[in-house]
Structures are given as C-alpha cells and as structure tokens.
C-alpha cells in the first residue's frame, strides 16, 4: 500500500520569508513518480513538479526548489522569498511505475503568506 | 490552463438523486482519471479509464460508474447520492496510462442535502 503523510497541516509566513513543505512517502514499488501539486481557492489542481524515484537529483525552478531523499522517503518542498500569490494548499502525491494516473494524495499544507 | 474542462461547476443535489459529472480531456489523452476530494482532504482516486475501458479502481462503491468516449469526454455517474458524496469531484487527462504526468480540470464541486 501507498501513503502519503503531509505532517503540517497549515504555515503562515510573512512575505519574503522562505519556506518548506514536507512531505514523507510509504512504498513498496522500486520505481514510482512523487509529485508536488498547488492549489489556489479555485479548486484546480496546478501541476508543479514530478520526480521519477531513480533520480535523487534536487531540482530549482526560479523561487521553487525540491529536494528528494531516497533514503528518509522524503521530498521537501522550498518556496524561496514567498509571495501573497504562493498561498494555497499544497500537495504531495505518489503514484506506482505501472499506473501513474492511480496517485495516492497526501491530505495537503495549507500555506498562508501575509504581506 | 491544462486543456482539461468539466461541467458543470456546481451541483446540488438531494440524497438517493443520481448525478452525471463530465469532463473533457486534451486532444490526444486517451487515460482519465476520476477524483474525490473531500473537504480539507487529498483527492482520492476513484478509477481510470483507458481507451474507453475501466483500468484500475480505488475503494469506491459500484454506485460509483464512469465511461469513457472516443472524442476524449468522460462521465462519472454517481447512483443513490449520500451525504457523504458532497466533494469536489476532479478528473485528470494524460497522454500514456503509465508514464505521463496527469493534468487536472477544475474540478466539479457538489453538495448532497
């Protein structure tokens, strides 16, 4: 079985503050995909990033960064100098090498950026 | 924007109603799945559908149905509503069942009184 665990349920933060989002993952699959979703009030999912599990290489794309750890079943999420903008949810998801479209949610970070 | 649509937006219905949810999916997709997202809660993946067959179910009753059409549209039918069934309801279009990202519409949110 999969799991996925999101152990902050909310983070408030004051603009230009940096901060990560956790994200700690249960398989038994040799190879699978991690992803990392945002969600404004709207309600649509946004793609932000995936990461197959054979490459532990961290990723930067502008203010984003992620960082996968293999070894503590980790892949943390950093915004860096946040903005108003940045709030939403946040989730983490897994899915199997076999069924990508079967994705196992973590029950999402709330972030909240004040100005 | 994904490419992915659904309607309607909102729905209320009242229990033991039936509803028919739709989406469109990218020109091309030809896998969509099928989410449940209970309030403050993840999404939980109800099925997928490739090629207009059901390929892969999560811990969803049978009252819980969907189809598939050549022209990428999907429906998730949803029979003998419960109160439990008030969600936001999200469905997910890729490209290959087994290695592309998912790209997510907007989500249909009903609510079941």
């Known amino acids: 079985a999969q799991k996925v665990t999101q152990a902050q349920t909310e983070i408030s933060v004051v603009e230009k503050e940096d901060v990560t989002l956790d994200c700690v993952y249960e398989?038994?699959?040799?190879?699978?995909?991690l992803f990392w979703y945002k969600q404004p009030p709207s309600g649509e999912l946004v793609f932000l990033i995936r990461?197959?599990?054979?490459?532990?290489q961290n990723e930067i794309s502008g203010r984003y960064s992620w960082n996968f750890q293999k070894s503590t079943s980790s892949f943390n999420f950093t915004i860096t100098a946040s903005q108003v903008v940045d709030s939403a949810v946040y989730f983490c998801?897994?899915?199997?090498?076999?069924?990508?479209?079967?994705?196992?949610f973590g029950d999402g970070t709330t972030l909240t950026v004040k100005p | 924007e994904t490419g992915v649509t659904q309607s309607p937006t909102h729905l209320i219905k009242t229990r033991g109603q039936q509803v028919t949810l739709r989406c469109s999916s990218q020109?091309?997709?030809?896998?969509v799945s099928w989410y449940q997202q209970a309030l403050g809660q993840g999404p939980q993946f109800i099925f997928q559908?490739?090629?207009?067959?059901?390929?892969g179910r999560g811990n969803f009753p049978p009252r819980f149905s969907g189809l598939q059409f050549p022209n990428y549209s999907s429906e998730l039918n949803v029979n003998a509503l419960e109160l439990d069934d008030s969600a936001l309801y999200l469905c997910?279009?890729?490209?290959?069942?087994?290695?592309?990202?998912?790209?997510f519409g907007p989500g249909t949110r009903l609510t079941v009184l």
């Open positions: 997910a279009s890729r490209g290959d069942r087994n290695t592309d990202t998912q790209y």
């Open positions: 398989t038994r699959d040799t190879t699978y995909y």
């Open positions: 990461r197959n599990s054979f490459d532990e």
């Open positions: 998801a897994l899915s199997g090498k076999t069924n990508a479209g079967k994705s196992t």
């Open positions: 020109s091309g997709h030809n896998t």
């Open positions: 559908y490739y090629r207009e067959e059901e390929n």
